[in-house]
């Protein structure tokens, strides 16, 4: 944690205190609450202290497991908790009601997050990818961003995020060219996979965890970004996934979240083809009834959002970035259907 860091989470967090003492925060759910809003929360991985520090994944995408506790105690007593499969937008909740999900089914979700999410009575969805599950090392950026500190050690992290799109945009044998060069530069065969890079969930976890309380959904077979692939195999990665998942845990699969949140119009029908009724997306909002089913916004949560400059979890920051930056995002949008609206009147 160095200086500009604590300085910004200072100035971020006096921000924050100043809109909640102002009532900002409250009216601002009042609001939500009042047309039956729901907030979705997007996790990926919930790490111990010592994975936490070792870890390759991207700061996004990683809370800590002391923090997911406070933040579930915060949800219970301040929230009502929501299983996604069961929500009904549209209809007022004597508290903010906020569903929890989990993208991408990493193995830490087994050990981690479950436990704690069961023992606060806090319902989940995990998203998982059928052709992913059970494997070390099971996704391109950990690798990447594990290279990248190898080769250059220098780099800011967002040298590295810059990087990290540049080969999100590029063909999978692209990016497998990409590995090959750097790998031979970094004198290694990459980082190490059961540590740094983390695994996924192996079938048989998941089919424990179901006993628990615990929803499964599809994303994707292979985790393939879906606008950069060809039609075909886009509508592949979407259906396999849904048919593999409903194979191995004899259960219908109904949700579905679009890897890096990409979705064109084309893709939304190829979801609502396969059978699919719920669809999330990582454009943040607020889930209402006259949200679209197949395009439902989520709120990203990791550490860094959540805490204080003290580290800890904090229910200040946890407002603003579940309820301010839901209701802002809900708010600008519905503004621009209206322009939208009012054009199309006028034409």
């Keep these: 944690m160095n200086l500009a860091w604590t300085v910004r989470a200072c100035i971020r967090y006096a921000f924050a205190l100043s809109l909640r003492l ?13 047309r039956g809003g729901l907030v979705v929360l997007t996790f990926h991985r919930v790490l111990t202290a010592q994975e936490f520090e070792t870890t390759y994944s991207h700061p996004g995408i990683v809370v800590s497991r002391d923090c997911f506790r406070r933040m579930l105690g915060h949800i219970r007593n301040s929230c009502t908790p929501v299983r996604l499969s069961e929500a009904q937008p549209g209809h007022r909740l004597s508290k903010l009601g906020v569903v929890l999900t989990f993208d991408d089914g990493w193995k830490d979700n087994y050990t981690n997050a479950i436990p704690e999410a069961v023992a606060a009575g806090c319902p989940l969805t995990v998203m998982i990818c059928p052709g992913l599950v059970g494997l070390e090392a099971p996704f391109w950026p950990e690798r990447a961003i594990g290279i990248l500190r190898q080769v250059n050690p220098g780099w800011s992290m967002e040298l590295v995020e810059v990087e ?8 999978e044998p692209d990016r497998d060219a990409w590995f090959s060069v750097m790998e031979q530069r970094a004198g290694q065969a990459g980082p190490d996979a059961s540590t740094r890079c983390g695994s996924t969930m192996s079938w048989d976890e998941i089919r424990e965890t179901m006993g628990r309380g615990i929803e499964f959904g599809a994303h994707t077979q292979t985790h393939r970004i879906l606008d950069t692939v060809g039609p075909e195999q886009a509508a592949e990665e979407i259906g396999e996934s849904k048919r593999c998942i409903e194979q191995e845990l004899q259960t219908r699969c109904n949700s579905f979240a679009y890897p890096n949140g990409n979705v064109t119009e084309e893709i939304a029908r190829m979801v609502s083809a396969a059978g699919i009724a719920l669809a999330v997306t990582t454009a943040p909002g607020v889930w209402t009834g006259e949200t679209d089913r197949l395009r439902i916004p989520r709120i990203n949560m990791s550490e860094d959002n959540v805490t204080g400059p003290g580290g800890r979890f904090s229910s200040t920051l946890f407002q603003y970035a579940v309820i ?8 600008a949008a519905e503004a621009q259907a209206g322009a939208a609206r009012l054009a199309a009147q006028r034409v």
């Design 324 to 331: 301010w930056k839901a209701w802002r995002a809900w708010r």
């Design 22 to 34: 102002s009532g900002v925060f409250w009216r601002a759910e009042k609001q939500i609450r009042d």
């Design 164 to 171: 990290l799109e540049r080969l999100k945009r590029l063909s």
